[in-house]
């Protein structure tokens, strides 16, 4: 039997409908990120036996028609965020890619290819980042972590700055690759992002595994 988000979802829809409850009463009062349409937009995008890498974010971007439901992805007409502009920097060190190689910041394409680009937390106040880091969001994310690593393997984990970091706790590293640095922010990204090679490494071990690799 191969797993599906759908029984994934079920097995959590006591955590889920509480979360969701909270954040439905949320957004009586605020504006809220991204559309309840677009909340599990990287569930939709990515299926679950098809991840080949994991790359954990924080939360939603918080300003209008940013948030698409993936991590560290924007809207094709917005402006490529800092963190996004670091990572792609990154990538064109890494892999020696034209300076040109990236017109937008819509991750979609990465997401159709194998990877599961998942927030730690999945909605976020106007304005106000980690302000729903307290609604039980990251107990459903860690339940994701744990699905992923008792079902799949050699699935590639990137964990970028603290917060993805912790998810370390629930990936049995004798199965699953774990990658890891400070977060992109321009705040963190001198630390270890830059230089990291990431992109580089994950196409290496899904070679080593006989799986296609990632055209970033």
């Known amino acids: 039997m191969i797993l599906t988000w759908k029984d994934i979802f079920i097995k959590e829809k006591k955590i889920l409908i509480d979360i969701l409850m909270k954040v439905a009463k949320e957004r009586l009062k605020n504006v809220i990120f991204p559309d309840h349409n677009l909340v599990f937009n990287a569930f939709?995008?990515?299926?679950?036996?098809?991840?080949?890498?994991?790359?954990?974010?924080?939360?939603?971007?918080?300003?209008?028609?940013?948030?698409?439901?993936?991590?560290f992805s924007v809207q094709p007409h917005c402006i490529i965020p800092p963190s996004l502009r670091n990572i792609y920097t990154e990538i064109?060190?890494?892999?020696?890619?034209?300076?040109?190689?990236?017109?937008?910041?819509?991750?979609?394409?990465?997401?159709?290819?194998?990877?599961?680009?998942?927030?730690?937390?999945?909605?976020?106040?106007?304005?106000?980042?980690?302000?729903?880091?307290?609604?039980?969001?990251?107990?459903?994310?860690?339940?994701?972590?744990?699905?992923?690593?008792?079902y799949l393997y050699n699935v590639i984990f990137i964990l970028w700055g603290g917060d993805a970091k912790k998810k370390m706790y629930f990936i049995d590293q004798t199965k699953h690759y774990v990658l890891h640095s400070s977060h992109p922010s321009p705040l963190s990204a001198h630390i270890s992002f830059v230089g990291c090679k990431h992109f580089?490494?994950?196409?290496?071990?899904?070679?080593?595994?006989?799986?296609?690799?990632?055209?970033?």
């Not at 580089?200 to 970033?216: A, P, R, T």
Request: glycine share 6%.
């Open 44 to 71: 939709r995008m990515t299926l679950f036996h098809k991840i080949k890498v994991v790359i954990i974010g924080q939360d939603p971007y918080y300003k209008p028609n940013q948030a698409d439901g993936l991590a």
């Open 200 to 216: 580089s490494q994950v196409n290496k071990l899904l070679l080593d595994h006989k799986k296609k690799i990632i055209y970033w």
């Open 92 to 150: 064109i060190r890494d892999l020696g890619l034209s300076k040109n190689h990236f017109s937008h910041g819509c991750l979609f394409n990465w997401a159709k290819q194998g990877i599961l680009l998942l927030n730690n937390v999945l909605t976020v106040e106007y304005n106000k980042p980690r302000s729903h880091l307290f609604l039980g969001w990251e107990k459903f994310t860690n339940s994701i972590i744990h699905y992923i690593n008792k």
